[in-house]
C-alpha cells in the first residue's frame, strides 16, 4: 500500500522558515522522482520543486527559486522542502508527490502517480 505523509506544516511569521518533511512507503523510493505542490484558496495546485532518484539537479518554481530547497534521503525513504524567507503569498497546502521515473523531472501535476494528504502552511503575522 502506498503510502505518502507529510508532516511539518504550521504557522509561520512572515521572513521567517519551515521545514516540510514527506516519509514514504509502499513502493521503491529510488525508482521515483519526488516532488512538491502547493494549492492555496480558490487556486489550483501548482508546482514548487523536484528532485530525481539521486538528488541532484532539482528543478524550482520560479516564485520560490533561492528560498526553497529540496532534498531527500533514499535511506530513509523521505524528501524535505526547507523553506526560508517565508511571505504571505506562500500559504497553502502543500503536497508531496511521487512520479514513477528515476530522472526525468516533471512540473506538471499529471506526471506523478502518487500524492499524499497535504500539511497545511500559514504565513501570517
Known amino acids: 500500500q502506498v503510502q505518502l505523509v507529510e508532516s511539518g506544516g504550521g504557522l509561520v511569521q512572515p521572513g521567517g522558515p519551515l521545514r516540510l518533511s514527506c516519509a514514504a512507503s509502499?513502493?521503491?523510493?529510488?525508482?521515483?522522482?519526488m516532488g512538491w505542490f502547493r494549492q492555496a484558496p480558490g487556486k489550483e495546485r501548482e508546482f514548487v520543486a523536484t528532485?530525481?532518484?539521486?538528488?541532484?539537479?532539482?528543478l524550482y518554481a520560479d516564485s520560490v527559486k533561492g528560498r526553497f530547497t529540496i532534498s531527500r534521503d533514499n535511506a530513509l525513504s523521505t524528501v524535505s522542502l526547507q523553506m526560508s524567507s517565508l511571505k504571505p503569498d506562500d500559504t497553502a497546502v502543500y503536497y508531496c508527490?511521487?512520479?514513477?521515473?528515476?530522472?526525468?523531472?516533471?512540473?506538471?501535476?499529471?506526471?506523478?502517480?502518487?500524492w499524499g494528504q497535504g500539511t497545511q502552511v500559514t504565513v501570517s503575522s
Open positions: 528532485i530525481n532518484w539521486r538528488g541532484s539537479n532539482p
Open positions: 509502499g513502493f521503491t523510493f529510488t525508482n521515483f522522482v
Open positions: 508527490a511521487a512520479r514513477s521515473s528515476r530522472l526525468t523531472l516533471s512540473p506538471d501535476t499529471t506526471d506523478y502517480d502518487y
